[in-house]
């Protein structure tokens, strides 16, 4: 992972500290459920999401995988987990979004 001017970025020619490239990490790392989640099954925070170590830093999986695939920059933004799954990289459950948007979104649901 390098950061452009505070920009996180995933250049798909690294590799992490133990040689994998990122692909290779990712795929590692997943398990495919039936309900189309992507479960990280590597190292989590304790409280449900998946961390990657690049050799650096440690970075949230479900971002590692939306940079790495994605290729889409998301600085400023989280990413809303749509199926719930804090566990779940799968770009495609992944949505951008401001912190004050995903706080309104989640307080709307427990309402």
């Known amino acids: 992972m390098t950061s452009l001017g505070g920009r996180q970025t995933v250049t798909r020619s690294n590799t992490d500290a133990g040689g994998l490239s990122r692909e290779a990490l990712i795929g590692a790392k997943i398990q495919p459920r039936p309900d189309?989640?992507?479960q990280w099954c590597?190292?989590?925070n304790g409280?449900?999401?998946g961390l990657v170590w690049d050799g650096h830093q440690s970075m949230a999986a479900h971002r590692y995988v939306w940079l790495t695939l994605r290729e889409e920059p998301i600085d400023g933004l989280v990413l809303h987990h749509e199926c719930g799954n804090k566990g779940c990289v799968n770009?495609?459950?992944l949505t951008?979004?401001?912190?004050?948007?995903?706080m309104a979104h989640?307080?709307?649901q427990a309402a």
């Open 36 to 38: 189309g989640c992507w």
């Open 42 to 44: 590597g190292t989590d």
């Open 47 to 49: 409280h449900g999401y």
């Open 91 to 93: 770009p495609d459950h």
């Open 96 to 102: 951008p979004m401001t912190q004050a948007d995903h």
């Open 106 to 108: 989640h307080a709307e």
